[in-house]
């Protein structure tokens, strides 16, 4: 096997992975929000939140058009990169890829619908209800292709005779024991991150002296929203770790730095390596024993009972540490706005705590990439776990470097393009126009 191909496709990968996970989040986590601003604004009669839901609505189509050419390019890099694990796994596991297929394009469908049908409905409700079927064909979507890589997690529904697939079974193979946790936590930290992100528009806007009662409403909702599902997707993540040291010990192990199995296991933030001894790091007693298994000196499995060769890297602990602290951040953070506006606290309101949240919009991102990082890195060296190892699964062809280059550009263009479209989009389109003309309109 040509480790540099390995290498590069491993590279390659990755790289498709962080940039299409950022339109992907806001394709999950968008339609939901914008349901609930349209929502909200049918039930109060009131107009800031209607706006809202619409200018989300049209900044969406921009996501939702570079989301489909990097998850497109995804597919083809899954065949093209890795064509011994699809000949493998595609046997059991096509059924849930087809039908992502089917959910984006019902989703794509009633976008369309929905985003023609503005102003035409005389109840405005008949409207809004078109975001239903927009809404579970982007939650389905999520859900069926995180099957795919719950199965590369926790590989069942086939038997394995001489390196051929006999006995398949594609409904057992799509619900295995690692899908209920990565499917919520997937959900929850996109509904999280695009609250916080819109959030983080609405703060800068005002800072930037837009004082106009619409960012006031839009921060309040979101601020809410981001307190709710920044909760659930502690609560999903607990159960997640519990699954690991269930099925996955060593991978738990990893991002622990949790060497030698023993009772009582701490939990470890941060910190430097010398050998297998932790340096200058935060330190909280026997809380992983609990996180794993709600028994403070419940026996963890340490890393050295592991084969060297199936240990996961040592960096995960910072992917680990990275999401951690970020998510702590913003569930205190909105829970801070949330009671201050409850208590009329003034402090609420001051630059620097809106500076905050405008930060949180772009650690929200970080979070997400980080926890793909770490579930993706934490799996090595299997690419289906327990049965195919990264190198056996990837391309013998040459030249994949060069791949990597021309698709680094092409993400490159595709990013700033987007930040480009979507700025003035809004530049040329600013709330106090819209609702004059709406007004108008309505005169």
Known sequence: MDNSAVFWSRALTELTLTFHIIFATLGVGVPLIILIAQYVGYKKNDEHYTLLARRVARGFTITVAVG?????IIGLQLSLLWPQFMELAGQTIALPLFMETFAFFF???FLGIYLYTWDRFKNPIYHMLLLIPVAIGAFMSAIFITIVNAFMNAPRGFDLVGGEIINIQPILAMFTPAMPTKVGHVLTSS???VAFTLAAIAAYKLLKGENHIYHKKSLNLMMKLGLIFSIATAVVGDFSAKYLAEYQPEKLAAAEWHFETEAGADLIFFGILDGDEVKYEIRMPKV????IS???????TGLNDFPEDERPPLITHYYFNIMVAIGSLMIFLAL???VGKWRGWQWIASKWFRWLIVLGGPLSFIAIETGWWLAEQGRQPWILYGIMRTEQGATTAT??????IAF???YLILGIGSVVVLRRMFKNNPVSKELALRKGGEQ
């Open 288 to 291: 992983l024993s609990f996180l």
């Open 191 to 193: 509904f999280m991150t």
């Open 294 to 300: 709600n028994n403070f000196n419940a026996e963890v």
């Open 107 to 109: 989703e794509a469908i």
């Open 399 to 404: 030249g994949v470097e060069w791949l990597f």
């Open 408 to 410: 680094a550009v092409v």
């Open 336 to 338: 801070g706005y949330v």
């Open 68 to 72: 489909v050419v990097t998850g497109t």
